[in-house]
């Protein structure tokens, strides 16, 4: 019985598969049923004044009622093959990282066990030792790949799940500045950052935030190819939120793609000019964080100059 | 005696890659490679840990850790599950069923494995 009540619980049905009511097949299929009834009668009580012999009176019904079905029908069959590419879409970003993880946990682990030999009795020649790190730092990069792919595939299918707390966001970036220091070096950019002397706490998910300061850290470095100077800072905003930008010297963005920055997969001209590697998934994932997050996140750019993106989230005052 | 590991992962480059490091650390560490091997090997053997993968074939991941916790002499032994599905509903599954850790395979370097391995069983391999 409690079965029965489940399947007939259209609008929770359409809640799960993250449909609104007016495009999800089931509850459509109600509304069809309804509608089709309503046509009957109307269709009855016309005919039945109008037409006098009783058996055209109920072919017009049927009539009525069947063309309505037909035509119903192949409406909803049009939204159900539409839900369900867009759940198989979802469904195939989810399998396929999952798929290429396991590979890559393996090279991981085969890398860190060669790289416990490094102290062993057998020395690691110099050009053997350098792959090794060629090849330990382009797994990381990939499982970080395929990490933003199971992100978006989460956002998509409104599966985020948000550990929100009390986030010391200068502590945080203050790690992830640190962190950064040598990978900009070798881009010739110096990274600076001041922490401020008072600053309120943010509310915040750590891991995401964490997720959100590296990319804008790594995108400012990388699209700085003539290096020079990336400077980050903290500051509150009108006392609701803590608001932090990074500003670089870099390429900037042409004014014409500015408006598509934050989409998935989009990537500048400029961008794929200098560096061919990105995925263009970043700043779309940071951008669904920090609305998810009750914040804001944007930018000022103009090329040949350089970008300032910044992000804001509100304080906690608990 | 060393402590007994019993690593349940049906992936050969995984066991071997994992499972000999826990060796070079001095664990006991055997090896199944599906659920069904996984759960007749934890009766016979008794392990101080079990290491579950969760995509394995025939018997789910998660089905191993319902059947050992319907076992009365399975229920003691500390599960960790180490696999690279990341969903939130099998986190909780997981976690429900008694697992004492959830770690992403690719999260995850061998050391910090270790660590993890150290903390549920309280100390080294003796």
């Known amino acids: 019985m409690a079965n029965v009540l489940k399947g007939l619980n259209v609008v929770g049905e359409c809640r799960d598969a993250n449909l609104g009511l007016w495009s999800c097949p089931p509850f459509l299929f109600v509304v069809l049923g309804a509608v089709n009834i309503l046509a009957m009668v109307i269709s009855y009580l016309f005919s039945s004044r109008f037409v006098e012999e009783p058996e055209i009176a109920a072919l017009i019904v049927i009539g009525v009622s069947l063309l309505i079905f037909v035509v119903g029908n192949f409406i909803i069959h049009g939204f159900a093959n539409i839900a369900e590419a867009n759940r198989m879409k979802s469904e195939f970003i989810s399998i396929v990282s999952h798929q290429l993880r396991s590979p890559l946990s393996v090279f991981k682990w085969t890398l860190d066990a060669i790289d416990r030999e490094r102290g062993g009795p057998a020395p690691i020649p110099a050009a053997v030792d350098a792959s090794i790190k060629l090849l330990e730092e382009n797994t990381e990069k990939m499982i970080g790949l395929v990490n933003m792919l199971l992100e978006v595939s989460r956002i998509e299918a409104k599966r985020l799940v948000l550990n929100v707390e009390r986030v010391d966001l200068a502590g945080l970036t203050g790690e992830a500045v640190r962190s950064s220091v040598p990978y900009a070096a070798a881009a010739r950019v110096t990274l600076e950052f001041v922490p401020p002397q008072r600053l309120p706490s943010a509310r915040g998910d750590r891991e995401k935030v964490k997720i959100i300061v590296q990319n804008l850290i790594d995108n400012a470095v990388r699209y700085s190819p003539n290096g020079g100077a990336a400077v980050v800072t903290l500051v509150p905003r009108d006392s609701k939120f803590v608001e932090w930008r990074i500003q670089d010297h870099g390429l900037g963005i042409p004014a014409a793609d500015q408006r598509f920055i934050f989409q998935k997969f989009f990537r500048s001209g400029q961008a794929m000019r200098h560096h061919t590697v990105g995925s263009g998934l970043g700043l779309y994932i940071a951008r669904s964080f920090i609305e998810a997050l009750g914040g804001e996140i944007g930018f000022t750019s103009q090329e040949g100059k350089g970008s300032t993106f910044w992000f804001r989230l509100p304080t906690d005052n608990a | ?126």
Request: charged share 25%; glycine share 8%.
């Open chain 2, 1 to 126: 005696m060393a402590k007994k590991i019993l690593f349940i992962e049906d992936d050969p480059a995984l066991q071997k890659a994992l499972g000999n490091f826990l060796r070079e650390q001095g664990y006991d560490v055997h090896a199944a490679a599906d659920g069904a091997e996984g759960l007749a090997m934890a009766a016979r053997e008794l392990p101080d840990l079990i290491l579950l993968d969760l995509i394995l074939p025939g018997m789910h991941g998660l089905e191993v850790l319902k059947a050992m916790r319907r076992d009365e002499t399975l229920q003691a032994v500390p599960v960790m599950v180490l696999t690279n599905v990341e969903s939130n509903e099998s986190i909780e599954q997981a976690i429900e069923l008694g697992a004492r850790a959830y770690l992403v395979k690719t999260s995850y370097s061998l050391d910090e494995v270790l660590s993890k391995i150290q903390g549920v069983l309280g100390g080294g391999p003796e």
